[in-house]
């Protein structure tokens, strides 16, 4: 089955710095890698994903990367806000069913 | 359009009860999926369902874990004779009838304690 792994599992920024959260696969029948921020007490929300078929989406602050041959697929946050501090899990999907990281505890001090 | 529904947002249950889990997806979704997360852990798949068919159970539990999505109503994860372990938040994600690997959007989840 599909095992994720995801690094680091702790990450303190600056405000206005860079974030980037590296997670890696093992299926290479996987084909769709979303990314979700999850906030104490709450559910996960969906803040970005990536299909197979492309290398790189961005979407405002957030881009997302992904390299089907190392098998490997990234999350960067630009211009960190202290709002941004949360949990982010990444995810791999091959047949419906999402596997996720452990997470990482992004926190943006001001 | 309202997200995805989960009830009751908290559940207290001594060991031996049994507890019952509600998720209703969004509107126009036929796929739930149910996962479990442990305190400071990553989320745990237990089961995939669509209207009446249960698709992928590998992440339940073999014994006292029951998950069923009917025709009408919403989707019931059903833990019999609960033991402390069974203590999680619960979550519920649906996603749309148009296939595989299309977006999941959760609820807002079920907190089980076991006393």
């Known amino acids: 089955g599909e095992n994720v792994e995801q690094h680091p599992s702790t990450l303190s920024v600056q405000e206005g710095d860079s974030a980037v959260i590296k997670c890696t696969y093992s299926d290479s029948a996987s084909n769709y890698f979303p990314w979700y921020k999850q906030e104490l007490g709450k559910g996960p929300q969906l803040i970005i994903d990536i299909r197979s078929n492309v290398g790189e989406k961005k979407d405002q602050r957030i881009a997302v990367t992904l390299n089907k041959t190392a098998k490997h697929f990234s999350l960067h946050i630009t211009e960190t806000q202290p709002e941004d501090s949360a949990v982010y899990f990444c995810?791999?999907?091959?047949?419906?069913?999402?596997?996720f990281g452990a997470g990482t505890q992004v926190v943006v001090t001001p | 359009n309202a997200g995805v529904m989960q009830n009751p947002r908290h559940l207290v249950r001594r060991r031996g009860q049994e507890a019952r889990l509600r998720c209703s997806p969004m509107k126009g979704h036929s796929h739930v999926y149910w996962y479990r997360q442990l305190p400071e852990e990553g989320l745990k798949f237990m089961v995939y369902?669509?209207?009446?068919?249960?698709?992928?159970e590998s992440g339940m539990p073999k014994e006292r874990f029951s998950a069923e999505f009917p025709k009408e109503g919403p989707s019931i994860l059903r833990i019999q004779q609960v033991v402390r372990g069974d203590s999680a938040a619960y979550f519920c994600?649906?996603?749309?009838?148009?296939?595989?690997?299309?977006?999941?959007?959760f609820g807002q989840g079920t907190r089980l304690t076991v006393v």
């Open positions: 994600a649906s996603s749309p009838a148009q296939g595989v690997n299309t977006e999941a959007f």
């Open positions: 369902l669509q209207k009446e068919n249960i698709i992928d």
């Open positions: 995810a791999a999907s091959a047949w419906g069913k999402l596997q």
